[in-house]
């Protein structure tokens, strides 16, 4: 979705904002823009498609200051050309604004703004906002309260930061509702604003993040924060602890191929200090879960979505099996449509890696209305998802960039595993040896998933054999049953959001009510058919495919000699409790949707038509 990145400072602004707003192209835009203030003027360059675009073009007219302001822009009102693109302006040429959000209802806004005079020169939303600004400053007395007032007209969620050539020491960037983050990175005379925080982290890593209803005037000494009603708010400062190296490429072709190989790490990362392996607890200090509370909960609702949303059907395995409680996924987009019957009794549980997928924070909110305690799985730090959530549990995977989630799906995974334990800690639903054996489980994990994430030449080699083979294929069908039945969903997730191929992913044993139909030569069936209590009907499955003549790709395990008389290819995964496997065979299936992207010449870490994290409904 639109990434902003804005400066003000005593450096040349505009390579700052540019190089903030190549951190934030993972989110997905399709054109990008930059105002700067230069001899007293704002300029602005803006241009459809990609970045390279907007500094090629900024190579020919060159402009630099030290007060700046970028976005990219990711269409929702209007095509994605030059007038559309962000920052807009008002008539004088002397206010300027990006948003991220909506505007609901602009179409008022601008009918009533055009009545006055005003002439627009785009299709956007956003250009009603800086017309607004323009109309209100004089009366307002400055930037500051013309924003405050400006957003007192507007419907829906928007992040917005506007600058003035009258005012050339300051931005001005204010939060409503739930249109994506605000951070405020401080530095030592200067201040950065940006809608995510790897855009200004190799700045500064002690920001404060705007919550729902703050502005903040934000010049080179720092940032005032108050409410949109004018009480000042002294915000916290956090100090942010990802290293701005783990943002980069370095050696790999694609952030996705990074971020898909990091996670043996990224998971000893996610249970560093929060797993005693000597007594079997668990220290989740961020939950804020008292043992009563947790004894009070009957049942748990996970929301979320895409990735994240199949990462919460593993866990909904793992949190009936060991806290032994009733647990329902739900996809966030359709939670608040059907009136969800949620009390003080139920644990709502909020899965995204973001912690700002708009759909997710509406979810949240409609829970807390009816009395849930909310606990949050997220990435982002400081995030909103975070911020408005009773407990978090952080997936410490540092940024993830590739727009196709990779880490994110099984550190949530495993957040929910240490979450099963806490439960069940708290509320003796297993007896202390059971529980032991599935903290002494998780300790081998890493070790696991670093033999299925083996780079040698041959470890390589399968995933580009299959690759070369399998391309051009138009359709795929991916099988898996039990606690593997997400894994399929995920990984026809994954090939078709970046290589296009058409791909569904079923419980194995509804393919003969319907899917079966479509089996033929033409038709690669992945089976996710692991050692685990439903092998055999996993195989019986793949002699259906067989006998129809479709082609299987299997995910078995290691020493299976068996499968490989049954399916036409095999990728091996190492033996596991059977709890943990899907963190084990989701691996394979991104590393294959990887490999047939490249192969197929796909834009692997910002597919068409993707946003990172979906801050508009
Ligand atoms: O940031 P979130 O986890 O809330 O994002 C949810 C989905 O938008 C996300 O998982 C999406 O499905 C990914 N592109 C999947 O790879």
Redesign the pocket.
């Known amino acids: 979705m639109c990434g902003i990145v804005g400066y003000v400072g005593s450096r040349p602004a505009t390579a700052i904002v540019i190089d903030g707003l190549q951190h934030l192209e993972y989110r997905g835009y399709d054109s990008a823009g930059i105002a700067v203030l230069q001899d007293g003027a704002i300029h602005v360059r803006r241009d459809a498609g990609k970045l390279s675009n907007l500094i090629k073009l900024l190579a020919q007219q060159p402009i630099d200051g030290h007060l700046a302001l970028g976005h990219t822009r990711w269409a929702t009102h209007g095509k994605p050309n030059q007038q559309n693109a962000h920052p807009h302006s008002d008539a004088s040429g002397e206010i300027v604004v990006v948003q991220n959000g909506i505007v609901e209802n602009y179409r008022e806004l601008r009918e009533s703004l055009q009545a006055e005079g005003i002439d627009f020169r785009s299709e956007t939303d956003t250009e009603v906002i800086v017309h607004l600004l323009a109309l209100n400053y004089s009366a307002a007395g400055g930037l500051a309260e013309a924003v405050r007032k400006t957003l007192g007209y507007l419907k829906g969620p928007s992040a917005i930061v506007a600058m003035t050539s009258r005012e050339p020491d300051r931005l001005v960037a204010a939060r409503l509702g739930n249109a994506g983050g605000v951070a405020i990175g401080l530095g030592s005379g200067e201040t950065f604003v940006a809608s995510d925080i790897p855009a200004i982290l190799e700045h500064t890593r002690r920001m404060i993040f705007l919550e729902d209803g703050q502005y903040a005037v934000i010049t080179p000494a720092g940032a005032q924060i108050a409410t949109l009603d004018g009480q000042p708010v002294a915000a916290e400062i956090h100090d942010i602890p990802w290293n701005p190296v783990s943002a980069a490429k370095g050696e790999y072709r694609h952030f996705m191929q990074k971020e898909i190989f990091e996670q043996a790490r990224s998971i000893t990362d996610t249970m560093r200090g929060r797993v005693d392996f000597d007594s079997g607890e668990m220290i989740l200090e961020q939950l804020r879960l008292s043992r009563e509370r947790a004894r009070s909960f009957d049942r748990i609702v996970t929301v979320?979505?895409?990735?994240?949303a199949y990462a919460g059907l593993v866990g909904e395995f793992l949190l009936e099996h060991i806290a032994r409680i009733p647990t329902d996924v739900d996809y966030a987009s359709e939670f608040r449509y059907r009136d969800p019957i949620i009390d003080e009794r139920t644990l709502l549980l909020a899965i995204?890696?973001?912690g700002e997928?708009v759909d997710?924070l509406a979810a949240v909110e409609e829970a807390r209305n009816k009395g849930a305690f909310v606990v949050s799985i997220v990435n982002a730090i400081g995030s909103q998802a975070a911020r408005i959530s009773d407990g978090v549990i952080t997936m410490r995977c540092g940024p993830e960039i590739g727009?196709?989630?990779t880490k994110?799906f099984t550190a949530s995974v495993v957040d929910q595993y240490l979450l099963a334990l806490a439960l069940a800690q708290a509320r003796d639903s297993i007896g202390p040896a059971h529980r032991r054996r599935l903290v002494d489980d998780l300790a081998h994990l890493p070790r696991l998933m670093g033999q299925v994430l083996d780079q040698s030449p041959a470890g390589n080699a399968v995933y580009l054999d299959l690759a070369e083979r399998f391309h051009g294929y138009r359709n795929f069908l991916f099988l898996g049953r039990g606690i593997n039945y997400p894994i399929a969903l995920e990984g026809a997730?994954k090939l078709k959001?970046i290589s296009y191929i058409h791909a569904e992913g079923y419980p194995a044993g509804e393919m003969k009510h319907g899917p079966i139909a479509l089996i033929d030569r033409e038709m690669p069936v992945v089976a996710i058919a692991v050692q685990d209590s439903v092998y055999d009907k996993m195989i019986s499955q793949i002699e259906q495919v067989k006998a129809r003549h479709g082609i299987v790709i299997a995910i078995a395990t290691e020493g299976d000699d068996f499968i490989a008389s049954k399916a036409d290819h095999v990728i091996t995964v190492p033996k596991a409790p059977s709890l943990l496997t899907p963190v084990l065979s989701v691996l394979p299936l991104q590393r294959l949707a990887y490999e047939i992207a490249v192969w197929r010449g796909a834009d692997v870490d910002q597919p068409r038509n993707?946003a990172k994290?979906?801050t508009v409904e």
């Open positions: 979320a979505c895409g990735t994240s995204t890696q973001s997928t997710t727009v196709a989630s994110a997730l959001e993707l994290s979906v």
